[in-house]
């Protein structure tokens, strides 16, 4: 089954968008090649929802971690190197002697591009071949090819490299060309197509490695999901460098983190770091956090930054009332999900907010399977839900006032905070006397 995270919940966390130079998925995209690029989007979307395949990938990237390297390879040249297989098929010797023949009397007769375009690509295949070499008698040196995840792109490498055939082709003449065109195109194509695709996969490897070691992430580790455990420390936001760290720990004895805290405390930034430090977890990724321990679940929901619908009618509160609905109907099918609830029902006035917080977080709590963050302003539903039993934690993030300025330590303390400083901050920015 794939890993759920619907587009909500994907926008909420801000994870996907080349484009979107704040999204999580730019942090990361510090690769050279266009086909590492591709391999990034579809880890991104596609996260792991088995533990074993999660670890393993975790320790690829963190073999590149503990082992920097630069990597070596022109980005244009695979580019060319790719553009030439792609050209190439499984004809004979004679079939290469033709389509090479034909070019070079092209370009005699009428000037045709065609046979330099050809040459071009075959310079870059060998250009690449050769760096292939030069890293593999580095690694070979060093004994770094064993048992790590260079030892397959390694092993291809050198049934490759080592053929005297490319050796016995190398220059420039007519006949070389035909060879290396023969060679490169259709006898070692597939060969050459997969080496292409490793190489990729090292860049991936060695940029999101690089991103750990600058930003000073860890990895997780993923255990099965009957242990049903999510322990993190030191956990923030991948995009603050400076961000306030918090511990946070759920299981099936103790499932939902009931949240307060006045405006701007902290809260939105504390729900989308433990929802981004998740997803990344489940991709085998380097996450914000000295350490991790997470149980395998289904998927993510959120709901943050719910919008009305005015095409279907749909008033903030009735979307706000549809996505709870949404991910009551997951949540009772069985699944075990990471639920992310900002401001419940904030859409509606302050009784009926009271009222369906109080009751919705009460029927989450059967739900053991399943974490979740309930975030809220409406403190006195705090303090009713404490009679409901054990499952329910309650912290919140606390304001300091320094002469009637408040300030925000971002530090998770335990309890219910009854901190309100809308008024204060409305003053402070002098509205009123504006009015």
């Not at 090649?33 to 929802?49: I, S, V």
């Not at 770094?144 to 050796?167: L, N, Q, T, Y």
């Not at 149980?295 to 996505?323: C, Q, T, W």
């Not at 963050?373 to 309650?394: C, D, P, V, Y």
């Amino acid at each position: 089954m794939s890993f759920i995270a619907d587009k909500q919940t994907l926008d909420d966390l801000s994870l996907l968008g080349k484009y979107n130079p704040g999204s999580v998925f730019s942090l990361f995209n510090q690769v050279k090649t266009r086909g590492a690029e591709k391999l990034l989007d579809a880890m991104f979307q596609h996260p792991l929802t088995d533990a074993g395949s999660i670890n393993n990938r975790s320790a690829v990237f963190r073999y590149f971690n503990d082992h920097p390297v630069i990597f070596p390879f022109d980005s244009t040249q695979l580019e060319q190197m790719e553009a030439c297989l792609d050209e190439g098929n499984n004809g004979s010797y004679a079939a290469a002697l033709w389509e090479v023949s034909r070019k070079k009397v092209a370009a005699l007769l009428v000037r045709d591009e065609g046979f330099q375009q050809e040459q071009t690509g075959i310079d870059s295949c060998m250009s690449v071949l050769n760096t292939c070499e030069t890293l593999l008698i580095q690694l070979e040196q060093t004994g770094r090819d064993k048992d790590a995840p260079w030892e397959k792109w390694s092993g291809m490498v050198r049934r490759i490299v080592h053929d005297r055939r490319f050796k016995e082709a190398a220059g420039r003449s007519l006949l070389q060309t035909v060879k290396l065109h023969y060679l490169l195109k259709s006898l070692f194509r597939e060969q050459l197509k997969a080496m292409l695709g490793l190489i990729y996969e090292i860049d991936l490897y060695v940029a999101v490695a690089g991103v750990a070691v600058e930003k000073g992430f860890s990895y997780a580790t993923a255990l099965p999901k009957e242990k049903n455990v999510l322990v993190v420390k030191d956990m923030k936001h991948p995009g603050l460098p400076k961000g306030v760290t918090n511990s946070l720990a759920f299981s099936d004895h103790s499932n939902i983190l009931f949240l307060t805290g006045a405006n701007m405390a902290g809260k939105s930034t504390l729900m989308k770091a433990t929802g981004i430090l998740l997803y990344l977890a489940h991709m085998g990724f380097p996450v914000a956090a000295a350490d991790l321990q997470f149980s395998v679940l289904d998927g993510i929901y959120s709901s943050v930054n719910v919008p009305d619908d005015l095409n279907k009618g749909y008033s903030h509160f009735y979307a706000e009332v549809l996505r709870v609905k949404k991910v009551a109907e997951e949540v009772a099918s069985g699944k075990s999900l990471f639920v992310i609830f900002d401001e419940l029902f904030k859409g509606t006035n302050v009784k009926d907010a009271y009222d369906a917080t109080l009751a919705v977080t009460e029927a989450f709590t059967g739900f053991t399977d399943c974490f979740f963050i309930i975030s809220t302003h409406i403190f006195e539903a705090g303090h009713a839900l404490k009679s409901s039993g054990n499952q329910i934690r309650f912290e919140f993030l606390p304001t300091v006032m320094k002469e009637n300025v408040p300030q925000y330590t971002y530090r998770l303390q335990q309890g219910i905070t009854a901190d309100r400083q809308g008024m204060i901050i409305i003053e402070n920015e002098g509205i009123l006397d504006l009015l």
